[in-house]
Structure formats: C-alpha cells, structure tokens
C-alpha cells in the first residue's frame, strides 16, 4: 500500500470522485502531492516527479519562484484580504496594460473561467446582442455559455456537455470549427445576433493546435467589418507564448483578452482587460455585472506583480530559452518515434508541446479525437513510473518552465524513450 492509494481510498469517501477538479483523477489513482520545488514535485510516498504539467502552465517560472515566494511573505505580514483598492492594484494593472497594447482597462478577478464568463457578458451587454461563437475543442472554463459541443446539422446550435447544464443558455452558443474560416465566415453572414467571438489564439485544450496561417488575421477582419467584439482567451497563452501574449507574436489586437495561469505563477489570479469603451460598462458606472470577494486580494496581486516583472526582467532571455529547449526536445522526441516507426504528430509552440498518435495532421477537435488516447494513456503511465508527470490527458499540453535544465530534459527523454516502446506493441 503506499501512501497515495490509502489517501485516494480515503478521499473517495469524502471528495467527489476523490478529487477537486475532473481532469486530475486518472488510473488506477492518482498520486497524492506533498511538496514541489523549481521543475519537481514529490509525492506523500516521497517519489520526485519533474513536472510537466506545470499547474496547467501556470508555473512558468517554475514552483516556488524564489523572487515570487519573497515578495508574497512580505506581504503575508501587512495582510491577506482587505476588500478594499490597494496601491498594488494599480501597479500590477500598469503592468498588464504596458504588456498589452490591446488593453486600455483590466480588472482582476480569481480563475480564468471567471475572466471568460465576464467578457462573454461584457459582449453581450456592449452589442446588446445574445448569441456568442466558440470554436470547436477550445476550452475557456466551467460555465454554461462556453461548456457547450457543436450541435448535429448545419445550425451548429450548441449543446450542453453537462447534466444541469441548460440548452436554452447553450443554444445561444455557436460552435464552428477551428481552422475553418469559411465555416465561420457562413456563420456569421447566417446570424444577425452575434455579441462576440471567442478563441484560444493557440489551442492548448485539445492537446495542442496551432492556428494555420491567416486563420487568426481573417477572423479578425471578419469581426472588425460586421462590428463584432472579438475575445482572445489568453488564460494560456498569455506570458507563455511571449511576455505580451499570443497577440503579440501574431500582431493581432483583440477587443477583449482574458488571462490567468501563468499570470500569478501558481498563485490565484486571472484577468480581464480590454478596450475602454467596452470595459467602462462593467458596474458600478456601468450596468455589466461582475463582482468578487478575493478579486484583487494582496497575496495574489503580490505574486502576480513579482512574476510578471520577473517575465520582464528576463524576457528575451526566458523566451529564447524555453523555445530552444522545446525545439531541441521535441526534434529529439520525434527522432525517437520516427526510428520505433510508430505513427505521431507533434505539435508545439513556443514553451508547449503534444504528441498524437496518428498519422495525420491534428488541426482541430476531429484529427485530435481521431489520435488514438489509449496509447497516450499507456505512455502518461510508463513516463510517471518513470519520473515524468505530464497532464493525464491527450487533450492537455505538457508545459516547460524556466525551472527545467537540461539534466531535467535528458531525464525525461529517457523516459519517453522507455513509454514509447511500450506503446509500440
Ligand atoms: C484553464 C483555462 C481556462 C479556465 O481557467 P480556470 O482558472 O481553470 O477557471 C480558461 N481558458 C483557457 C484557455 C484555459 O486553458
């Protein structure tokens, strides 16, 4: 018995399905965390993973980013939660808005599904229109709008993925398909009632999708001619792909961005941000709702200040590094399964990468669901015997961060060198 099965026994009883968020159940059960340190976490039974899934690229600096953990225990003995504004505040809104050109106001809130929800009804309360576009296999949180798949039929009305969730909220959605501009084109040119676009500039939630060349710039000009807000969902992308964002890389400017994960670097914050004159409606001098008790609270303000000057102080120099090491990893990785002659696709970007087995392109929700995720799932387990943790799921994306060395990735090439001979059979 180790430690993580008597705990997941325990917490069976106690916890739905064992665990606080669905994706971190997986077979036979999941181990039990105890601590984590720069690219490592160790679990209750005392194994040392490096980690890739990284707080689903939360940790972008690595865990327990010494610059970080010294500014938030400077500020744990001024206080954790006032409820009132802070100078903090402002200076971490000054930064967010000097990362992105494309946002004039930003306010903070906790969890990226917050950050979506709030600029779906910013949408909608700045066109005064009701339905919003989400693309196929992009993920932007929990809520009904957005926790919807694509409706059988040309209506592409959306359904609800989730008991209780309601279909007269979902069909107000319209799923069109990633990388399919005409697909999206018709849907705009069939409905007259659109309140905003919605989209992961790069797809981080179907294992990992790049927009393909002009994708992201037509979508841009479509919704800039009909008048459409357009909302970049850059919970992910946002320090990742570069300092300011996927939008910076690929010189688009979008209406409204939502960020989050790696914006507080393991510490809980997300943001929206926008133009003013949609983020002037939110209240109290706008009639657009939104509201939180730990929004903006200090600890998480702190830390996202400490990380986000850290990400520029460092910029080129993080950036460079951690593309140099995704290239050199994944050239190396698929050099691997070329030679094993097993079928594979790797997809990267930036610090993010995936590999699917299956011999076509992945490009969107089908190819990715076409890649066959029972091999995936036996190489998740042979690379976790073996001292790698990646994100339990095909439909995730393994992280880099500044913490991983390249002692870290000789290590973990081993290891998929050992799971994907296991998945060859
Ligand atoms: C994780 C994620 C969200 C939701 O963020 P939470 O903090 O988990 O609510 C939204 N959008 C994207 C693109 C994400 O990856």
Known sequence: MTSSST??????????????SPVRYFEPYPFFTKKSDGSSIWDEDGNRYIDYCNGYGALLLGHRRKEIIQTVRKQLELGTLFCTPTQLENELSKLIISNFPSIDKVRLVNTGGEATMTAIRL?????????????????HGAHDSVLVKA???????GISVSDGGLNEVSKNTLVVQYNNIED??????????????????????MGLILPEKNFLSDIRKITKENNIPLIFDEVVTGF???????????????????????????????????????MNLLSPEGK????????????SVSAAISSLKTINKLKDKLYTKLEKYNLL?????????????????????????????TSKPVVDYQTSKKANAKKFQKMFQVLLKNGTFIAPSQFEVVFLSDAHDQTDLNK?????????RSVKK
């Open 184 to 205: 999206f084109e018709k849907t705009i040119k069939k409905n007259h009632d659109i309140a905003g676009v919605i989209l992961e500039p790069i797809l981080a939630n």
């Open 240 to 278: 990742r792909v570069s300092a300011g964002g996927a939008q910076k890389h690929f010189k688009i400017k979008p209406d409204i961005t939502t960020l989050g994960k790696a914006l507080g670097n393991g510490f809980t914050i997300a943001a929206v941000g926008g133009r003013k004159e949609i």
């Open 7 to 20: 705990l997941f026994k325990d917490s069976k009883k106690i916890i739905p399905s064992g665990v606080n």
């Open 288 to 299: 657009v709702y939104q509201a939180s008790t730990f929004a903006g609270n200090p600890i």
């Open 412 to 420: 973990t090439l081993d290891a998929y060198q050992i799971a994907l």
């Open 151 to 157: 409706g059988s039929g040309s209506a592409q009305n």
């Open 123 to 139: 949408a909608r309360g700045f066109t005064k229109k009701k339905k919003i576009i989400k693309f196929e296999g992009c993920y």
């Open 329 to 357: 990893f994944t050239r190396a990785l698929d050099d691997i399964a070329t030679d094993m002659k097993i079928p594979h696709q790797i997809n990267s970007a930036s610090s993010m990468f995936q590999i699917f087995f």
